[in-house]
């Protein structure tokens, strides 16, 4: 798995294993058998593609979508958290807030 520590402008496109403990200042989209670890920061959103695997311990201040892939958030959504298809799990230690 690579880890990124950096702070990262622009998007970002993932396609294979990532642990990320930075900062994203943009969008970020998990393609097909991409596999992200959010331990840092992303500060727009967060699309997740069918067959792909996204783990939020970290904060999403954008918009989580779920488009048919797996995640697992033990972090916090301060923006809003899109389940249309594909599993998506908030455990209890989460915290989803609404969009204002």
Do not use: W, Y
């Not at 993932?14 to 200042?25: E, K, N, R, S, Y």
């Not at 989209?29 to 991409?34: I, W």
């Not at 958030?73 to 301060?78: D, F, K």
Request: glycine fraction near 12%; proline fraction near 1%.
């Amino acid at each position: 798995m690579r880890q990124e520590f950096n702070l990262i402008e622009g998007d970002l496109e993932i396609t294979d294993d990532v642990a990320l403990f930075g900062i994203c200042h943009g969008d970020i989209t998990v393609k097909p058998e991409g596999h992200l670890q959010l331990k840092g920061v992303c500060t727009g959103d967060i699309d997740v593609e069918e067959h792909a695997i996204v783990e939020i311990s970290g904060i999403v201040q954008g918009k989580l979508r779920n488009r048919g892939g797996e995640v697992d958030v033990h972090g916090v959504i301060q923006g809003s958290l899109l389940a249309n298809a594909g599993r998506t799990t908030v455990h209890r230690d989460a915290m989803v807030q609404a969009d204002a």
